[in-house]
């Protein structure tokens, strides 16, 4: 079994910078795939970003494309989520997702652009 918080979203304005944090509790942490989704106010959950268990096999969705990094830190247990020149378009709850068919998910946290 796997938990997962996220945290770290927020208000930000059109260009601005965040980055999200995963926190992830149990044993199997560094061994699995884990991603970022979102879903906006009346859209369906879409994928953002996902990596392999070392970290170094990333694919990311074409709308974040060159925007935004995925990274996690298998010591710390934690998944980032670095996102640049965001847009009003990114606002959404932001999600992250482990295991290889995304059985485990966290409660979400909120991020929202300003134009």
């Known amino acids: 079994q796997v938990q997962l918080v996220e945290s770290g979203g927020g208000l930000v304005q059109t260009g601005g910078s965040l980055r999200l944090s995963c926190a992830a509790s149990?044993?199997?942490?560094?061994?699995?795939?884990m991603g970022w989704f979102r879903q906006a106010p009346g859209k369906e959950r879409e994928f953002v970003a996902n990596?392999?268990?070392?970290?170094?096999?990333?694919v990311y969705a074409d709308s974040v494309k060159g925007r935004f990094t995925i990274s996690r830190d298998n010591a710390k247990n934690t998944l980032y989520l670095r996102m640049n020149s965001l847009k009003p378009e990114d606002t959404a709850v932001y999600y992250c997702?482990?295991?290889?068919?995304?059985?485990?998910w966290g409660q979400g946290t909120q991020v929202t652009v300003s134009s």
């Open positions: 990596t392999r268990w070392n970290g170094r096999s990333t």
């Open positions: 149990g044993r199997t942490f560094s061994s699995l795939p």
């Open positions: 997702a482990a295991g290889d068919s995304w059985d485990f």
